[in-house]
């Protein structure tokens, strides 16, 4: 599987943006997505995963309420809406196909995208 993340941007408080992730390959559905970001300076960090079908979701506390996660099997493509950005929800924001359901741990992810940054000024 490749998948190519976009949509980021630079925005300011309180802004919203809609990250998309397409995934190349007829096998996308048959794997749990899940979206990570990286700041300048610390470790990659989970935000959000959807199961295989879309049915769960699971979310970060530090964006619970906020953020989306999305996935339309037939266009192979997951989503991340961000709403009510914050200047510490600046980051590098990857995702990644693994095959274990709301997994948190980016180590034990299979796939990544090569990440779209998305700057948050106050």
């Known amino acids: 599987v490749q998948l190519q993340a976009s949509g980021g941007g630079l925005v300011q408080a309180g802004g919203s943006l809609t990250l998309s992730c397409a995934a190349s390959g007829r096998t996308f559905s048959s794997y749990c997505m899940g979206w990570f970001r990286q700041a300048p300076g610390k470790e990659r960090e989970f935000v959000a995963a959807?199961?295989?079908?879309?049915?769960?979701?699971y979310y970060a506390d530090s964006v619970k309420g906020r953020f989306t996660i999305s996935r339309d099997n037939a266009k192979n493509t997951v989503y991340l809406q961000v709403n009510s950005l914050k200047p510490e929800d600046t980051a590098v924001y990857f995702c990644a196909a693994g095959r274990f359901e709301g997994d948190t741990q980016a180590g034990r992810y299979d796939y990544w995208g090569q990440g779209t940054q998305v700057t948050v000024s106050s």
């Open positions: 959807i199961s295989r079908r879309g049915a769960l979701t």
